[in-house]
């Protein structure tokens, strides 16, 4: 349909005004291979606009209406800022969520650094088979956002799933972990910091590049391994840590599916695990409140960016960039 | 590639491409093209809307989406029952969907979001007023009027549910009503005692508790978070859930039943908190009665067939404690028609079908419930074979004859009173609130919920 209607609609136009086509044409090759380079980008444009850009604008826009998500869109009434009002004075669940969001990054960002950087540390050597416990230790993180795997983790965790078998080995009567509310967030904690695998990687790569050399004269200097670690892999691995911390605190922040399959989209038990992006779910799928969960994710976008902007202002203190000198 | 840097090795391509497609042209037509195509897709989709022209041919192809939500057991009946609508008018075919209970309403509410419902969805009274005040079904009173929708056999009271707001917003797919299940296999075990229909509270309490000493099972699983324990439970102290716009009890209810449950966990009655959690889902096989981890469940008393498949030991069904008389005949489900469908006369021709015709009754049997045309209902219990159908067909007719008036269709936000309960019990499961304070929580709660 489209093809045979084009060819009319351009033909016209082109034989109408031929002066300014051809002294178009006369912008050169380097002009012709821009506009070639915005057709290949064209799908991803189109997607860029139809996925990303205009859903958010128009989440921009009904987050100041009481758009509710059944009603038809050109009904919706504009209702100022009473949804950003409600959020931050008069809704609970908004406080309680962002408390167990915060929470949530707090422990599990710098433990899952800590692990992934650890492990990185161990497997940085050449020892026989190094190349399969990298990928086994990759493993978990691309089962990554998997349902199947929040599944798994439900049933290991609770009363008596295989955890608390392996602590009745020892003689210790586990918690029903995933259904305690004094637990249940620490055992999404648990989960996130296992998926250690895609900082890990990235670690590892950081690792491969520090020099030799630096080594060898600190070891010739007479540093210990403790003392090498400090003074010459953090330091050099600063960019990379910094990498990671900003990648993985935005991960954190954004924690949802987990949450959700282990509460069968509650947050419970008694929201214990409501994450903010799983609040903002209930608040626009559950209870209809689509222009609500839209004002949440807008607030939620700037947190984002604000934490990453402060990330950012500190890592100008600790970050050390090997070039830096040069600049 | 590295050809790219040189000018010489740029300018001979560029020139063939000049003269292969007028450069100018080519950036016309693109441009063109790009303008064309999304009007092309608009167009097409335009087209879709001028087509309800289906009572001027009867034979035109239509192709109807239906979505519910239910077990594999139900898809297959659905399926069935469907076939035989095809078979009958061969240019009617149907897209069908269907998924568990949990996160159907979410995706319904997606889908309607995208102007996409389908054209024939199952709802209950949970959302009925939600999506019926939001004009998203199509009001079937005309149809019901002139005869095309058929409710002449179903019980006054039953049809009546589906009515929102003046408009008939939804067509009744099955009676049931609120059934305590039990494990009559771990009963007999022990030679204990069955629950009954009638006992009081206190009795079904003190008869949980000697359960749980006896057979080593929690007797019952702790209702305080089902709403429609706690709403037969309102009923019989003379409230109810909703009256009106407003609720219809009190805070000093919510407590009272707070520490009913309260004193059953302390006298032993019922599980420990996380196990109580693990019941406090729809999800049919995670109930507590078929997963081993309490002797009685609270569901409707429709679900016992379902439950029995999940489960090896013998089921059976008795209505809540206290006064039957405080339960009623619930409408258990509806099918809607979607306002925005092209093929509304094919669609209410549809469910008229699924609810009159003797034969798709019979393939669909009482899965959703006992037959909303009682004519149907009573050929259905005459001839089922299956024993657990069978019980809870008797349970339901036994307690027909007690039943009390119906209460109103909730209203807008009774999800949200429904999840809130679930969390305030919780909080006094686990010894995180007293009974009081999580009352005063709830109570609030549901005042915001229903806009009061």
Redesign the interface.
Known sequence: MAISTAPPAARPAGSASPGPASRRGRGGPRRRENIAGYVFLSPWLLGLMGITAIPMLLSLYLSFTNYDALTDLSAVEWIGFDNYRTMFTADPSFWHAVRVTVTFALVAVPLKLAAALGVALLLNRAFRGVGLFRGLFYLPSLLGGSVALAIVWVNMFNRDGAFNSLLGLFGITGAPWVNDPRWALETLMALAIWQFGAPMVIFLAGLKQIPVELYEAASVDGANAWRQFRAVTLPMLSPVIFFNLVLETINGFQGFTAAFVLSNGTGGPVDSTLMYTLNLYIKGFTELQMGYASAMAWVFLVAIALITVVLFSTGRFWVHYSDGEDR | MHRAPSPRA??PT?RH??TAFS???L???????????PL?LT??ACGDDGGSEAAADPNKPVELSIFWWGAEGRAKLTEDALALYTKKHPNVTFKKTWQAN??Y??KL??L??GGDAPDIFQIDDNYLT??AS???TLDLMSYKDSGKLDLSKFPESLWNYGVVEGKLAGVAFGENTQGLVFNKTLLDKFSLPAPTTGQSWEDHIAWAANVSKVAKVPGTQDPSADYKAFWVWLRQQGKDLYKDKALGFTEQDVAAWFTLWQGARSAGATP????I??G??T?ISKQLVVTGKAGTSWVWANQMPELKKNTKDELGVVAYPGDPSAQWARASMYFSVFRGTDNKDVAVDVINFLSNDPEAAKVLGTDRGLPSNLDIRKAVSDSVSDANMKQSIAVQTELGTKFGASPQVPLK?H??VR?EL??AA??VQ?G?KSPADAAKAYFAACQA?IGA
């Open positions: 740029v300018e560029t491409h000049r450069g100018p042209g950036r016309r037509r693109l441009l063109a093209a790009l303008v064309v195509i092309a167009a097409a949990q996160g309403f979410d509410a997606t309607t979001a939600e999506y939001r004009n998203v420990t908190p996380d196990v959690h693990e406090n889902v999800d936000g999800s949200k999840s679930i969390k919780e909080e686990f995180r919920a």
